[in-house]
């Protein structure tokens, strides 16, 4: 058989798969075609040599705002990805019923990266920016479930749920109301995962966000350090916190401009309720620090002590499962074509969280190739 692209000499880190070691890696008409210890150089059109690197699935950052163009926060994807390796970026809630059209047509499919998206209740998704301090979902108005049904239906190659921000600045004095209409929509979309955002200040307090969540239902900013916290006045976690996780809530990390403390970081992972998915939450306000992109937060995740396994699975097989998309997250044949390969940098660094706090390591994450669809798409970082 003859491959469009080999990638040889790579350390494949594919926890779908249980892989993790050397192996090739094959790809042909845009998928995955073939993972071997040894595959002839004389197979291929194309080779790559990723020796001293690890070949991993394409990156999913399942919390950005991709919006480009159209909102305040939006940063365009591509921009992400050639930071970062990225390949596939999952918009959280940017557009709703109202403009999820205009998302798909002049953004998502235009991308030469895979854009997803959760749908926002609202009909006008997230318009906050400078100046605009009103929230998407603080008036009754804007919340229409069988729009967002609708639209959800009618654009279901792209969208992957529903997505509400719940607390006194986005919903205001309908408390957790909208949450609980966000629910009813998605399970009427086809059982759709909601995706709900602690917010600044209460109401509603942080149990009324979490009680509701079903199986399956994403906790995004569950490291958040603002007063709604995760953990109690003592440093502890809330109840609420380790009933959900037993459940099956997925708790998302969401780093963005205001949404994530080393201090509570360190607490879930000393409590077991590490991450499930660690994503970004990048947008206009963190693109360029403290968030950056999801490979950065990887990072931190790594200093934290999280295992390495357990990093990559974060952002490449648990989002992919979030978005009920087994084609993605995976270097097994047949899957499409998406890669990224890594190098663990070593050297000084200091990480900011998103509340001024500093974490100095000695390791990083930097991309050093970009596959998507199966053809070589970007090099990355030049080697140190």
């Known amino acids: 058989m003859a491959y469009d692209l080999l ?9 779908a798969q249980g ?8 790809f042909a008409d845009g998928r995955v075609a073939a993972v071997a210890p040894s595959i002839s150089d004389a197979s291929a059109r194309e080779v790559r040599d990723a020796g001293g690197l690890y070949v991993v699935p394409g990156l ?8 480009w163009g159209a909102t305040f926060l939006g940063v365009e994807a591509e921009r992400v990805s050639r930071a970062s ?9 940017s557009a709703g019923a109202g403009n999820i059209r205009g998302f798909v047509d002049h953004v998502a499919v235009r991308s030469p990266v895979r854009i997803l998206a959760f749908i ?15 929230g998407e979902a603080e008036d009754l108005r804007f919340l229409d479930i069988p729009l967002c ?11 992957v749920g529903v997505k509400i921000r719940v607390g006194a600045s986005t919903t205001g004095a309908l408390g957790a109301i909208p949450l609980h209409m966000a629910l009813r929509a998605a399970e009427l979309a086809g059982n759709l995962p909601v995706m709900v955002h602690i917010g600044a200040g209460m109401p509603p307090r942080i149990e009324d966000i979490v009680d509701p969540l079903r199986p399956g239902d994403v906790l995004t900013h569950y490291c958040t350090p603002k007063e709604n916290s995760p953990l109690t006045s003592r440093g502890q976690l809330r109840d609420c916190m380790i009933a959900a996780k037993e459940r099956g809530v997925i708790m998302d990390v969401g780093h963005g401009s205001g949404s994530f403390g080393f201090d509570v970081a360190r607490v879930m992972l000393e409590s077991g309720l590490a991450p499930d998915v660690i994503s970004s939450d990048v947008h206009l306000k963190c693109i360029d ?10 990072s931190k995740f790594l200093v934290l ?16 499962a979030v978005c009920r998309r087994p084609d993605l997250g995976t270097l097994r044949p047949g899957a499409l074509g998406d890669a990224t390969l890594l190098e663990v940098r070593k050297g000084t660094v200091v990480f900011k969280d998103s509340i001024g706090g500093s974490l100095q390591a000695d390791r990083r994450f930097v991309p050093r190739g970009t596959i998507i669809a199966g053809q070589w798409w970007h090099d990355g970082a030049v080697a140190a």
Do not use: C, W
Request: overall charge negative; aromatic content about 4%; proline content about 6%.
């Open 7 to 15: 990638i040889k000499n790579g350390h494949v880190i594919d926890p």
């Open 19 to 26: 892989l993790d070691g050397p192996h090739d890696v094959a």
């Open 60 to 67: 999913i950052d399942l919390h950005t705002h991709v919006y």
């Open 85 to 93: 390796g990225m390949t596939t970026a999952v918009d959280a809630g």
């Open 120 to 134: 926002n209740l609202s009909l006008v998704g997230i318009f906050v920016g400078d100046g605009v301090h009103v």
């Open 149 to 159: 049904v609708q639209a959800a239906k009618a654009h279901a190659e792209h969208v």
């Open 289 to 298: 620090g403290p968030a950056y992109d999801v490979l950065a937060t990887m």
């Open 305 to 320: 002590g999280m295992p390495l396994v357990e990093v990559i699975r974060a952002a490449t097989e648990a989002p992919a």
